[in-house]
């Protein structure tokens, strides 16, 4: 028991962000909780727009603070509440415990400072290391991401997109963080270099055993690299719980709208079956569940009170009250 | 990159060229010339005035004039020499530029100092009260003329106060007011370019990149949104200069500086046709230098720009050996 509480590595409770645009405010995390054990892969699933770049960015707390209008919930990393934690304390874990890989590579680097020396800055900063130190182990870790350090010098606009979201990494696993955030990290990249960054951080991750949320909304991509996974929709959790249990025994009408969605190469279907309507309007959510106006079950209970998650077994939670049908 | 150097610099020439041309028609069609004021003032008849002016070939047709003009100029280096003092233009002009020299460097240390740190924190609290305070009165200093800036701070701190010279030149606190009326504007245009384009950079995603690794705010701000937001700070600022660099007229003639400025003002007023051509070809000589380093330190803060600034002379290179 006591060896489980230390192996937790990050706890979100009730995680609330809500942001201010033009006198309304949308409410882009409704309520989450989730936790990443060391050493876990857990893969955050959503439709663009349902908060999953937000729940990240709100573990770093490098939200926009203008656009912000509040956040709130508990954020336990290592045993320590993010969302209390002074600035200073934050640089100081940011880029050393946690780190973060973005979407676009393309716009992720600074452009008019050579790879290395962008690798370098966090070195020199958490390892206490001497500049030059810093820059010779940002060469190495280049070398580690399949670039040759010979090119270390170059700027940004010199590399190719697959090789640019390979400095991020370079740059995000530097200081062997606890735990890595990957925003979508291949979904900018070309088709087959998006195996090949894959392979690279899944491989990164088990040899430095770093944490990580993968975020995507990609469900191939969860399946080959995922632990956990946990199904967002409109800024909440509607299912969570291990892959096999997400992808054997879906439960969510939702969940299971998302599998129709992907061509299955094993069963002749003349058609797939997309998932009718679009998300709610954050700044107007739907009183009960939230997926309710597109789901094929919902019932007038859907649209009344909120809807708990609810634990099938330990290792599968779900927010319906239709999973029984 | 050298080739593009000395590309640019070689394009001055015919920039010059043009330049004095223009100039020199233009000072040809202003009515009335030295000599006629002049001897006007004498009892002169006005025969007399017009043999004068056959004599220094103000009559001759214009291709003639600007023929000599030019054969002058870039045959024998000799910018004339002024009608009314007869010491040589250029002598003249070499004196001067030590005052509009400091003059310039002066009021641009100034407002780049004030103005870059101004901007940046505006942008850095966009929106705040403090930001709008500062967008207000940069407003108003940008729009305020500077030689009423510059009266109003001589009534002030001359004449009420008793602190500081009215005029002239000497030491450096004769400096101080003259640099001050020349600054504030810029200040208040380097510091809203700044603003806006710091705006413009701090919401990269980039920038989220560098708060990620960890580093300070102002390390973010300054070490890697400032210095992407520069370009069009560095343009606003090499115009400022350019500018000052040419002599500033009004602030030169309102508190009586020798420089540049002044002198090309009192050219004007004498139809001294030589000083003003001669003033107008530093003005556009100094300029086109100030641009051609503003578009150099595009290419040292830029290695986008130096990359193109580099292919261009290589694909002509390729060309040319193609052909």
């Known amino acids: ?325 | 990159m050298s080739r593009y150097v000395t590309k640019r610099i070689l394009q001055i020439i015919p920039i010059i060229l043009v330049v004095s041309v223009l100039i020199f028609a233009i000072m040809s069609l202003v009515p009335s010339d030295p000599i006629t004021i002049i001897m006007s003032q004498t009892s002169a008849t006005a025969e007399e005035i017009e043999a004068a002016r056959d004599a220094a070939g103000y009559n001759d047709p214009f291709l003639v004039r600007l023929g000599n003009y030019l054969k002058n100029l870039y045959l024998h280096g000799d910018m004339g020499k002024s009608f009314k003092t007869g010491s040589p233009v250029f002598k003249d002009l070499m004196s001067r530029l030590p005052v509009t020299f400091r003059l310039a460097f002066g009021s641009i240390l100034v407002s780049v100092l004030l103005g870059i740190p101004l901007g940046v924190l505006s942008a850095v609290r966009a929106g705040s009260l403090s930001d709008r305070m500062t967008m207000f009165f940069t407003l108003m200093l940008n729009s305020m003329p500077n030689f009423w800036l510059a009266l109003m701070l001589v009534i002030l701190f001359s004449l009420k106060l008793k602190l500081l010279p009215t005029n002239g030149i000497g030491g450096l606190e004769h400096y101080i007011l003259p640099v001050i009326a020349n600054s504030v504007g810029a200040v208040a245009g380097i510091a809203r370019q700044t603003r806006a384009s710091v705006l413009e950079v701090i919401r990269s995603d980039f920038v989220s990149t560098a708060r990620s690794k960890g580093l300070k705010e102002r390390v973010v701000i300054w070490k890697h949104a400032l210095p992407n937001g520069l370009i069009p700070v560095i343009t606003s600022i090499g115009g400022f200069f350019g500018r000052l660099l040419g002599g500033s007229m009004v602030i030169e003639m309102t508190f009586s500086l020798p420089g540049v400025g002044s002198y090309m003002i009192n050219g004007i007023n004498n139809r001294d046709y030589d000083c003003v051509q001669g003033a107008m070809l530093w003005i556009a000589f100094i300029f086109a230098v100030t641009m051609l380093v503003v578009d150099l330190l595009y290419a040292f803060i830029d290695p986008r720009i130096k990359a193109q600034y580099a292919a261009s002379s290589a694909k002509k290179k390729a060309k040319k050996e193609a052909a």
Do not use: W
Not at chain 1, 42 to 57: F, R, Y
Not at chain 1, 107 to 135: C, D, F, W, Y
Not at chain 1, 294 to 321: F, M, S, V, W, Y
């Open chain 1, 1 to 325: 028991m006591e060896n489980e509480k230390n192996n937790k590595l990050l706890e979100i409770k009730d995680l609330e962000v809500r942001y201010r645009s033009g006198g309304r405010s949308v409410h882009a995390v409704n309520g989450v909780s989730l936790s990443v054990d060391r050493g876990e892969i857990l893969g955050l699933v959503g439709e663009t727009g349902a908060g999953k770049t937000t729940i990240a960015k709100s573990i770093l707390r490098i939200l926009p603070d203008h656009a912000i209008q509040s956040v709130s919930g508990e954020i336990i990393f290592d045993g320590e509440d993010l969302l209390k934690a002074k600035n200073n304390r934050m640089t100081a874990i940011r880029g050393y415990k946690i780190s973060m890989i973005f979407q676009d590579p393309m716009t992720a680097l600074n452009p008019i400072m050579p790879v290395n020396k962008q690798i370098a800055e966090g070195i020199a900063l958490h390892m206490g290391v001497s500049k030059r130190e810093a820059i010779e182990r940002a060469n190495k870790m280049l070398e580690t991401v399949g670039i040759s350090s010979d090119r270390g010098g170059e700027y940004p606009h010199q590399f190719s997109g697959g090789m640019k979201q390979r400095v991020v990494i370079a740059m995000a696993l530097a200081c062997r963080p606890d735990l890595l955030l990957a925003d979508e990290p291949t979904t900018a990249l070309d088709v087959t270099i998006q195996a090949q960054v894959l392979e690279l951080i899944a491989n990164l991750q088990k040899e430095l055993h770093t944490a990580m949320i993968l975020i995507t909304h990609d469900l191939g991509v969860v399946a080959g690299v995922c632990d956990k996974v946990a199904v967002v929709y409109a800024g909440e959790i509607l299912e969570s719980g291990t892959k096999e249990e997400i992808f054997d025994h879906p439960k969510h009408p939702y969940t299971k709208g998302l599998f129709g969605a992907l061509p299955d190469l094993s069963k002749k279907v003349s058609r797939l079956s997309p998932i009718d309507g679009l998300p709610p309007d954050p700044t107007n959510l739907p009183p009960g569940c939230p997926f309710a106006p597109r789901c094929p079950k919902a019932t007038d209970e859907c649209r009344q009170g909120a809807i708990a998650l609810e634990a099938l077994n330990p290792d599968h939670l779900c927010r319906c009250i239709h999973i029984d049908e």
